[in-house]
């Protein structure tokens, strides 16, 4: 069993930089792929950017260039730092991880840019 943590979400101006931190703990031999997800409001959940074990990344298109994810394997952390953010932006940030076959999800942590 995991459990997911976010933490670092908030309010912050168009233009901004914001840094979303997930810890996972709980009984588990190892964490695999972990990433961030966010939903706006009236909108699917989409994904932001993964990261695997070897810390290879993927991200979205619209978050390329903006947005880096990081992991720290020794402390089963996540990390996502978020640049010139814009208030399209605007969504409720899900921390996601795998760990043996099953999937985790935390309880997520908002962000708000104001334009």
């Known amino acids: 069993q995991v459990r997911l943590v976010e933490s670092g979400g908030g309010l912050v101006q168009a233009g901004g930089s914001l840094t979303l931190s997930c810890e996972a703990s709980g009984s588990f031999y190892r964490i695999n792929d972990m990433a961030w997800y966010r939903q706006a409001p009236g909108k699917q959940r989409e994904l932001v950017a993964s990261?695997?074990?070897?810390?290879?990344?993927k991200s979205a298109d619209s978050v390329k260039g903006r947005f880096t994810i990081s992991r720290d394997n020794a402390k089963n952390w996540v990390y996502l730092q978020m640049n010139s953010l814009k208030p399209e932006d605007k969504a409720v940030y899900y921390c996601?991880?795998?760990?043996?076959?099953?999937?985790?999800w935390g309880q997520g942590t908002p962000v708000t840019v104001s334009s």
């Open positions: 990261i695997t074990r070897g810390a290879n990344t």
């Open positions: 996601n991880a795998k760990a043996e076959i099953l999937v985790y």
